[in-house]
């Protein structure tokens, strides 16, 4: 029997998600490209800036986001390594409370502002509720990430983005899942005038039978499912622990283990 222990929802081999920072107007037509191409993304906000000159008022985030995932940024976007431990938690508490009233859901996730951390504040994150962070130290592959709240991107949308797009397309699966992570700023589009580039870029990866098209905390819950699967010694009966389906390869073939279901993979 040839099992592989990974697969995404549904039996599908690549993961595609997009990530992009602050919560300024621009996110609207950003939103609108998305959203016609069927691509999810992730929309880290600083509650702090709702109304200001530039950015989205707190009015349209649950509208506007539908769909996909609102998380945290901090309240005011300071460079956190400047400011007291105690003032870190509050900026990131005050803007998961004040996003969770916004949108109605627990947000669990967030990016470092200014891509700015240090080993004091990546080690109180799960006390403040936080499951990831991403970062902005672009790696240029399609890896998964071995600590999520160390999170680096594939790379900005400026960086060879539609030749790593055509790259991770042509990925044959032999086993091993592949993501492709984009992050950026709306705002970037504006100020380039190169709307046109996400554009192409959508398209180029839109409707694919093999991509997962996620949000950021659609992947972690998943791959935490995914890793919490329990196997008999012989690796043919699986136990589901987690509250989703997951999905293993059989002989070549997804099987799906639902929410608390024993498999016996030989039958």
Same mark, same amino acid.
């Given at each position: 029997m040839d099992?592989k222990?990974?697969?995404?929802?549904?039996g599908?081999?690549?993961?595609?998600?997009m990530?992009?920072d602050?919560?300024?107007i621009?996110d609207?037509?950003l939103v609108e490209?998305?959203?016609? @191409?069927?691509?999810?993304?992730?929309?880290h906000?600083n509650?702090?800036?709702?109304g200001?000159?530039?950015?989205?008022?707190?009015?349209?985030?649950?509208k506007?986001?539908?769909?996909?995932?609102?998380?945290?940024?901090?309240?005011?976007h300071?460079?956190?390594?400047?400011?007291p431990?105690?003032a870190v938690?509050?900026?990131?508490l005050?803007?998961?409370k004040?996003?969770e009233?916004?949108?109605?859901?627990?947000?669990k996730?967030?990016s470092y502002?200014?891509g700015?951390y240090?080993q004091e504040?990546v %080690?109180?994150l799960?006390s403040?509720?936080?499951?990831y962070?991403?970062?902005?130290? %672009?790696?240029h592959d399609f890896r998964l990430?071995s600590?999520?709240?160390?999170?680096?991107?594939?790379?900005?949308?400026?960086d060879?983005?539609?030749?790593?797009?055509r790259?991770?397309?042509?990925y044959?699966y032999?086993g091993?899942?592949?993501l492709? @992570?984009?992050?950026?700023?709306s705002?970037?589009f504006?100020?380039k005038?190169?709307w046109?580039?996400?554009?192409s870029f959508?398209?180029?990866m839109?409707?694919?039978?093999d991509?997962w098209?996620?949000?950021?905390?659609e992947?972690v819950?998943y791959?935490?499912a995914l890793?919490?699967?329990?196997f008999?010694?012989?690796g043919?009966?699986?136990?589901?622990?987690s509250?989703?389906s997951v999905?293993?390869s059989?002989n070549?073939?997804p099987?799906?283990i639902?929410?608390g279901e024993i498999?016996?993979?030989?039958?």
């Open positions: 099992v222990f990974e697969l995404f929802p549904f599908k081999t690549k993961a595609l998600t990530s992009y602050d919560g300024q621009y609207r037509k490209i998305f959203n016609y @191409y069927g691509i999810k993304g992730t929309f906000l509650s702090g800036n709702f200001k000159e530039s950015f989205i008022s707190s009015d349209e985030v649950a506007l986001y539908h769909g996909h995932e609102v998380a945290v940024h901090t309240k005011t300071p460079f956190m390594d400047c400011i431990i105690e938690v509050e900026e990131i005050e803007d998961r004040n996003l009233t916004l949108v109605g859901y627990p947000v996730g967030m502002p200014y700015v240090n504040i %080690s109180i799960p403040l509720g936080i499951e962070a991403r970062t902005i130290e %672009s790696h990430p600590n999520f709240l160390l999170w680096s991107p594939t790379c900005h949308h400026d060879n983005l539609l030749e790593l797009g790259k991770f397309l042509e044959d032999k091993k899942l592949k492709m @992570y984009v992050w950026g700023h705002f970037e504006e100020r005038n190169n046109h580039l996400i554009e959508c398209k180029l839109a409707g694919k039978d991509i098209y996620a949000t950021n905390i992947i819950r791959i935490k890793k919490s699967l329990q008999s010694v012989s043919d009966i699986v136990y589901n622990p509250a989703i999905w293993i059989v070549g073939r099987v799906e639902k929410s498999v016996n993979l030989q039958k």
